[in-house]
Structures are given as C-alpha cells and as structure tokens.
C-alpha cells in the first residue's frame, strides 16, 4: 500500500484546514487509517483513525470535537478535517494504514504502511 498525503498548509488560529490521504495499491475493507503529528522537538503523537469497514473513528483528546476523520473508501482516500486550530496543533502530519481491528489504531507501532508528512502550521 502507498500513501499520498495532502492539504498541509499555513493557517491562522481559528481556522480550518483539511488533510486527505490516499491509499493505492492493495485495499480491502479491512483497513484502517490514521493520521498522525510530530511537533518539532516531540514525540509522534496519534490524532485520529477510522476503519474502512463501518467507519468507526477515535480520536486523541486533543483532537475530539475539533478535527474529523472521514473516509471515502470509492476513492480509497481518509480525510482529516480540522477547525478552531491553535498554535499547538502546528507538526509534521502523517497519515498511515494498517490492516485489522480499531484496537491498536491509537499506536503507530502497529501501522504497516506511512505516507510522507504534510506541514501543518499554525500562526497566532
């Protein structure tokens, strides 16, 4: 599986930006899809990641009732909306693909497959 992320930009605080990634290659309902950031100087921290089949989402704390991770599994592409940013949102975004259950979508250790990062930056 290849990834394709797009939509990274620079944003002022309380905007919106939206992120898509799209997977090629072989796909099949069991997917998952993440998305992922790392801050300058931080750890990678996860955001968000919903499954190919039933579309069940999770989110990071952070990310809950702000951002909003879709699918369109016809275009095999996961997106990532994301409104009222703030400056701490400002990383490196990542989006990733596995295949399996939502159980261990929050840690990228068990993701297969990484697109390169897109910048996100948010300016106050």
């Known amino acids: 599986v290849q990834l394709q992320a797009s939509g990274g930009g620079l944003v002022q605080v309380g905007g919106s930006l939206t992120l898509s990634c799209t997977a090629s290659g072989r796909t099949d309902t069991n997917l998952v899809m993440g998305w992922f950031r790392r801050a300058p100087g931080q750890e990678r921290e996860f955001v968000a990641a919903?499954?190919?089949?039933?579309?069940?989402?999770t989110y990071s704390d952070s990310a809950k009732g702000r951002f909003t991770i879709t699918g369109d599994t016809a275009k095999d592409t996961a997106y990532l909306q994301m409104a009222s940013l703030k400056p701490e949102d400002t990383a490196v975004y990542s989006c990733a693909a596995r295949y399996g259950s939502m159980s261990m979508s929050k840690f990228g250790r068990y993701y297969s497959y990484w697109g390169q990062g897109t910048q996100v930056t948010v300016s106050s």
């Open positions: 919903i499954s190919w089949r039933g579309g069940h989402t």
